[in-house]
């Protein structure tokens, strides 16, 4: 019996790290996504794609190339930007793959937690603040709140830093946000008069928001923050809490926002089989996280 080579075609996925190890967690999560092979490159740099694609996809007719992938990874945001876009012009013709960026795991995070906070309210209109922003998950969720109409202030310890952060944004998505120095408990609740919604995106260990700012806050309806690692961002809320309620208002641990990345990471990676011109960034993981 004859078995149609479509059946018996393997999901490849191309694994482009700007790391010197490609990293293990991406590598395990394709698998456990509906990738049959993994091909791993570490330390890879904008010079390099362009072989790698060729690789990928002469081996493939054009009819064949949604078998095949290319993720693109690495602790290095800046770094996995310009190897998705070295990807893209290495593509021609009917020459190409579906392929996603989500380095540091900053779309996939930022997606969860934008989704997360939607469905606590409208987020058109609404004042959001991201405490400690100017990170790769904070930067990509104020690309989110804006694009969905909110309102969106980055805080940093130095105004100066926020304020580029927020020029970087407008020049790169087209959104603007407001710049916000918090270096305390003062500057924190200051940089929060009159928002609805708060999310923290700052270092491991550190927490940003004191239960005592947001606990009587006026405004305020939902919480989120992204810091698994005790002392947790948001003091009084618990990392696995998903959608809680406490002191009147909707809060989501870093676990509670985890969840839904790991759901939005898997869905992704089996999207990018499913045809050969899907370019996952911020915006397309987004949709997919809303639609979850």
Same mark, same amino acid.
């Given at each position: ?18 790391? &010197? ?14 990738? $049959? ?26 009819? $064949? ?22 990807? !893209? ?6 020459? &190409? ?59 940093? &310890? ?25 270096? $305390? ?75 839904? !990345? ?31």
């Amino acid at each position: 019996m004859n078995v149609p080579v479509e059946a018996t075609m393997k999901k490849v996925l191309l694994q482009l790290d700007s790391d &010197r190890h490609p990293s293990a967690f991406d590598r395990i999560v394709a698998h456990d996504a509906g990738a $049959d092979e993994v091909l791993s490159y570490g330390g890879v740099v904008p010079g390099d794609v362009a072989p790698l694609v060729h690789g990928a996809i002469f081996t493939r007719g054009p009819g $064949d190339l949604r078998h095949t992938a290319i993720w693109i990874g690495g602790s290095d945001v800046a770094a996995g930007d310009a190897l998705l876009e070295a990807a !893209k012009k290495a593509f021609f013709g009917p020459f &190409r793959v579906s392929l996603m960026m989500d380095s540091n795991g900053c779309n996939t995070t930022a997606a969860a937690a934008v989704a997360r906070l939607a469905t606590t309210m409208d987020l058109k209109g609404q004042r959001v603040v991201i405490l400690a922003g100017t990170g790769p998950v904070g930067v990509r969720a104020a690309v989110l709140l804006a694009r969905e109409g909110a309102s969106v202030t980055l805080t940093s &310890r130095s105004l100066d830093r926020a304020r580029a952060a927020g020029d970087q944004l407008k020049a790169r998505f087209g959104v603007e946000v407001e710049a916000a120095e918090a270096r $305390d408990d003062a500057g924190v609740a200051a940089a929060l008069t009159g928002a609805g919604a708060c999310l923290t995106a700052g270092a491991a260990g550190t927490t940003l928001l004191r239960r005592s700012v947001w606990a009587a806050h006026p405004t305020l309806r939902a919480l989120a923050d992204v810091n698994a690692v005790p002392p947790l961002g948001i003091e009084g809320v618990e990392a696995a809490d998903k959608g809680a309620e406490r002191e009147g208002k909707r809060v989501f641990g870093a676990l509670g926002v985890g969840g839904l !990345k790991m759901k939005v990471h898997k869905t992704c990676v089996a999207r990018l089989f499913e045809r050969n011109d899907e370019v996952l960034d911020v915006g397309g993981i987004y949709q997919i996280a809303r639609s979850i």
